[in-house]
C-alpha cells in the first residue's frame, strides 16, 4: 500500500508539472474601425466610453419598464422552449468539461474477487481448490508530461464557456423577440381601432353621399368613389384582426405558455412606453468585446488553440502507469494475515514511430481549425460592427422622421377638417373630401408604422450593445 501511495504521487506531480506545447494565445486585433462614429481613438473624455461600455450591465427590468412587458418577459424566460434548449446544451458541455477534466487524475478502483474451484479426476484425484483476493490500483493512467491531457481539458472548458456566452446572448435574442413582438401586437391593435373609426367616418359620408344623389345634389360617380373607400377600409380592418390575432399567436410562442387574461387587458398603447436613452456621440468599437456572441467566439478560438498544443503532444511518446497492490491467500480467513501481500508496478511507454502523416496531418487539421476559428470570430466582430453603426443610426434619424410625420398627421387632420366642411357647404366635390380621408387615413397608419420601427429599433440597439441578459442592473 505504501508503495502505491509512492506511485500515485508520483504520477500526479508529473501531470500537474508537465509542460504545454499549446501556442500562445493572442487575442486577434479588432478588423473594424476604432469607432462607430469614424474619429480615430476609441478613449472619449470624461469616461464616456467607460460609461458606455456598461451597457450590457444594464437589467432588462430596469429598461422595459412596461408591466405587461415585463411580465411577458418572464414568461418566455421561463417557459421558451428554445432558450430550455440552449441552457440544457450548457448543462451537457459541463459534463463534457468534467468528464474531460477526470483525465487529469487516475481512476482508482477497488476489486475483490474469490474464487472455488473443483477438479475432476477419477474418484481418487478429485480436488477442490480456493483462492480470495483484495486489490486496488489503476490501470494505464496517462502522465502528462507534454500537456496533451491539459490541453484536451482546456478545449472542453473553453467550449462549455463558450456555450454560457451563447446561453446569455439567447436570452438577450429572446427578450428582444419577445419587445418587438410586444410592439408589433400593440401597433396592429391600435390600427385595428384606426380602422373601424375610419370605417364609421367612412359608411358616414356614404351614407351622406347617397342621401345627396337622392336628392340631386351629388352624382352617381360620387356614391361609386364613396362606396370602393369604404370596402377599401373594410378589407383593412380584415387584415388587422388577423395580424392581431397572429401577433398574440407568436407572443404565446415566444412565451411558451398561455398569455393570462389580465396581461392582455392591462397592456396600454403603443405611446405609453417610455423610449430608451442610448444616444452617444463618439463610440469606441472595443464595446463590442462586452457582447456574448463575440466573448462566445473567442473562447472558441482558445479552446482551438489548446487542440493545437494536443496535436503536438502526439509526437511524443506517451508514459502510462498501471499499479496495483492488495492482497490475496487460498483461505478467507488469512486473508489479512502478514505475508498475504502483493503489489504490481508496470509503467510503459508508446513512442509514435511510423503513422504514414496520420500525426502531422491532425496537427494540420488543429492549425487550420484554428485559422477558421479567427476568421469566424472576426466575421462576428464586423456583423455585430455593423448591427451597431445601422441601429445607432437609425436611432439619430427616426426622431426627426417622427417630429415630421407627426407634422404631417396634423395637417392631414385639418385637411380633412376643412374639406369635409366645404364639402357640407357645396363649395367643393366629394373627390376633394375623399382624397382629404384617404390622406388622413393613410398618415395615422405611417404614423404608428414608424413609431414602432423607432421602438423596435431602440429595443434592437439595447441588443446589440450586449444589454438584457440580466434581470437587473447590479448596482
Not at 450548457?90 to 468534467?98: N, T
Not at 358616414?204 to 344623389?213: G, H, N
Not at 494540420?364 to 453603426?389: G, H, L, M, N, P
Request: net charge negative.
Amino acid at each position: 500500500m505504501k508503495m502505491l501511495r509512492i506511485f500515485l504521487t508520483a504520477g500526479m506531480l508529473f501531470a500537474f508539472c508537465g509542460c504545454s506545447l499549446a501556442p500562445l494565445y493572442e487575442r486577434p486585433a479588432l478588423p473594424v474601425a476604432g469607432s462607430f462614429s469614424g474619429q480615430a481613438g476609441g478613449q472619449q473624455e470624461n469616461g464616456t466610453d467607460q460609461k458606455l461600455l456598461q451597457v450590457s450591465e444594464v437589467g432588462w427590468r430596469n429598461v422595459y419598464t412596461d408591466p405587461s412587458l415585463q411580465q411577458l418577459i418572464e414568461l418566455a424566460l421561463n417557459n421558451n422552449r428554445d432558450l430550455r434548449e440552449t441552457i440544457l446544451n450548457v448543462e451537457a458541455f459541463r459534463a463534457l468539461y468534467r468528464i474531460q477534466r477526470s483525465a487529469l487524475w487516475p481512476t482508482v478502483t477497488v476489486e475483490g474477487l474469490g474464487r472455488l474451484q473443483r477438479t475432476i479426476g477419477n474418484e481418487a484425484q478429485n480436488s477442490t481448490s480456493e483462492s480470495y483476493s483484495l486489490d486496488i490500483g489503476t490501470t494505464a493512467y496517462e502522465l502528462d508530461l507534454y500537456g496533451r491531457v491539459r490541453n484536451l481539458k482546456d478545449q472542453a472548458l473553453e467550449q462549455y464557456l463558450a456555450q454560457q456566452e451563447t446561453r446569455k446572448s439567447a436570452t438577450i435574442s429572446l427578450i428582444a423577440e419577445v419587445v418587438k413582438a410586444y410592439l408589433s401586437w400593440l401597433t396592429d391593435r391600435e390600427l385595428l381601432q384606426i380602422s373601424e373609426e375610419t370605417r364609421q367616418v367612412e359608411a358616414e359620408s356614404y351614407a351622406l353621399v347617397r342621401q345627396r344623389v337622392g336628392a340631386g345634389i351629388a352624382t352617381e360617380l360620387d356614391l361609386a368613389q364613396a362606396k370602393t373607400s369604404l370596402e377599401t377600409v373594410k378589407a383593412n380592418l380584415a387584415l388587422y384582426r388577423r395580424q392581431v390575432a397572429q401577433d398574440l399567436h407568436f407572443l404565446t410562442l415566444l412565451a411558451g405558455s398561455s398569455l393570462p387574461e389580465s396581461l392582455l387587458s392591462r397592456a396600454g398603447s403603443l405611446h405609453d412606453l417610455a423610449p430608451i436613452e442610448i444616444t452617444p456621440p463618439t463610440l469606441s468599437s472595443a464595446i463590442l468585446l462586452e457582447r456574448p456572441d463575440i466573448m462566445a467566439a473567442e473562447h472558441v478560438l482558445i479552446g482551438a488553440n489548446a487542440n493545437i498544443g494536443a496535436a503536438r503532444a502526439a509526437f511524443f511518446p506517451t508514459v502510462s502507469l498501471t499499479a496495483d497492490a492488495g492482497v490475496i491467500s487460498s483461505d478467507l480467513g488469512k486473508l489479512f494475515n502478514r505475508g498475504s501481500g502483493a503489489w504490481l508496478f508496470a509503467p510503459s511507454i508508446s513512442l509514435p514511430i511510423f503513422t504514414a502523416g496520420r500525426l502531422k496531418a491532425e496537427l494540420d487539421v488543429a492549425k487550420i481549425e484554428k485559422e477558421i476559428s479567427i476568421v469566424r470570430y472576426e466575421k462576428t466582430i464586423q456583423t455585430a460592427f455593423t448591427e451597431v453603426s445601422d441601429a445607432l443610426v437609425a436611432n439619430e434619424t427616426y426622431l426627426d422622421q417622427l417630429v415630421a410625420q407627426r407634422a404631417n398627421l396634423k395637417a392631414n387632420e385639418d385637411y380633412f377638417a376643412l374639406a369635409k366642411d366645404r364639402y357640407q357647404q357645396g363649395v367643393d366635390s366629394f373627390l376633394v373630401l375623399l382624397d382629404a380621408q384617404r390622406s388622413l387615413y393613410s398618415s395615422k397608419q405611417n404614423y404608428l408604422n414608424l413609431k414602432l420601427a423607432q421602438l423596435a429599433n431602440q429595443a434592437d440597439l439595447y441588443k446589440v450593445f450586449g444589454g438584457g441578459w440580466q434581470e437587473r442592473t447590479n448596482r
